[in-house]
Each structure stands twice: as structure tokens, then as C-alpha cells.
């Protein structure tokens, strides 16, 4: 726990980035829009269409800052499609950067090793958020504010993007997440700690402490990691 409390303070100027969307998360109602799943994936498989896919994501690696929370939506949810999606994407980089993440202090004869670690790892899912929000403290610490803020505003539009498609309230309106792991980013970014984890339906359900916060839980939507396994268990 407590290499997870410091860890957390290399993302402070990404929590800032953030700090007008936490503070009101449950203080208020927020909109959503469930995700049509179906109509992404169409519209993402369109080469007339302004969401079609490759080109929308190569937008999103160059950092086009005209993206719009629909273009992340339809990037997001739509890599559900993609050939290459794993539900339980695993860095083969993940050993080397834990050590730098974990580490007290980051030499900086190191920053361009792991600048290179991370773009790697992004390459093969671009949206591991863990890894591009080690990036983006990375070329804070170098010096390189421009790509700090570049990778720091994709994270903070994919988090958009997650929070745009449910309130977390109940299974039915539950955030929807492509990764497991995604789920434990939201709830760090928001200093919420889970006392359990159950399935309920289609949904992950983050149990807190009673009375620690304002909502005694989270659910979230892992309706498509589920039929990424069941293909997986078919497959075999």
C-alpha cells in the first residue's frame, strides 16, 4: 500500500488536469450516454466516415487536440473491435518500467529508456493508461512540458471518455471499461479505495467502506472484456 501512495504522487499534475471533473463527480448529476456499440462499429469501420477507425486513432497518437469527447468515445469503445485487443494487455515491457515506477528517486540518465519503454508499450494497446501516465510524468521530469501536456490531455480525454458512459450508480448505468485495470486508474484518480470486488451481472462492483465516502460503491460495465474471454475460452 504504501509503494501505491507514493506511486500516486507522480500523477499530480495529471490530478490537476482532472481536478474540476473529480471534485464534482458525485456532487452532481453528470450526463451520459451508454454506448452503442453496434453503431461504433460501424461508424469505425466506414472510410467515409469521420470515425473511421485508423485514421481517427492516428489523430489520437499525434495528439490532434480538435478530438472531441465523441471521437474519444468511438476510439475507446471501438478498439473493442480491433484484432489486436486483449482485455488482459500485459506490457512485455511491464517488469523494466515497474522497477522505474517503483523506484524512490528516477535518474535522469533513465528518462529516455523509459520514454522509449512506454511509447513501446502504447504502441501495442494505446490505451494502456497506466504507462501513458508514467509518459507523461516522465517528460515532466525532463523538462518537456509540451509532450507532458500532449499525453496528459489524451489520458485525461480517454478517462472523459470512460466517465461520458454511465454514472456508476448501478450495474445498468455502470462506467463502461475495455480493461480491468482501467477500473482501478478511475478509482486512484478519485482516492477512492475498494474493500471488495464482486461480478454482478455484466458489471464489476467496487464495494467501499461504509460511510467513507459519498457512494458505498462503483459498478462498472466489463460486458465486452467478458465476451473477449468467452471467445478466448472458445478459441481453446
Do not use: W
Not at 27 to 41: A, C, G, L, M, V
Not at 173 to 197: A, D, M, P, R, W
Not at 212 to 222: N, V, W
Amino acid at each position: 500500500m504504501n509503494h501505491k501512495i507514493k506511486n500516486m504522487k507522480k500523477i499530480i499534475f495529471i490530478l490537476t488536469i482532472l481536478l474540476l471533473v473529480s471534485n464534482n463527480t458525485f456532487s452532481q448529476e453528470r450526463s451520459y450516454t451508454i454506448p452503442d456499440y453496434n453503431s461504433i462499429k460501424k461508424n469505425i469501420a466506414d472510410k467515409s466516415s469521420n470515425y473511421y477507425y485508423p485514421k481517427l486513432l492516428e489523430r489520437m497518437t499525434s495528439n490532434d487536440s480538435l478530438l472531441s469527447n465523441e471521437d474519444y468515445r468511438h476510439l475507446y469503445f471501438g478498439y473493442v473491435f480491433d484484432p489486436k485487443y486483449s482485455a488482459y494487455f500485459t506490457s512485455p515491457d511491464e517488469k523494466k518500467l515497474r522497477e522505474y515506477y517503483q523506484s524512490e528517486k528516477i535518474n535522469e540518465k533513465d528518462y529516455d529508456k523509459i520514454i522509449k519503454l512506454a511509447e513501446h508499450s502504447l504502441s501495442l494497446f494505446p490505451f494502456d493508461l497506466r504507462q501513458m501516465n508514467f509518459l507523461a510524468y516522465i517528460y515532466h521530469l525532463k523538462g518537456d512540458e509540451v509532450s507532458a501536456k500532449n499525453i496528459s490531455n489524451r489520458f485525461h480525454n480517454i478517462i472523459g471518455a470512460i466517465m461520458s458512459s454511465g454514472n456508476g450508480e448501478k450495474c445498468e448505468t455502470g462506467f463502461h471499461v475495455i480493461s480491468v485495470s482501467h477500473e482501478y486508474v478511475l478509482l486512484n484518480l478519485f482516492e477512492l479505495q475498494n474493500k471488495s470486488q464482486s461480478l454482478v451481472g455484466n458489471c464489476d462492483y467496487m464495494a467501499f467502506e461504509k460511510g467513507k465516502y459519498k457512494i458505498d460503491g462503483m459498478y462498472f460495465s466489463i460486458e465486452k472484456i467478458l465476451a473477449s474471454e468467452m471467445k478466448l475460452f472458445e478459441g481453446k
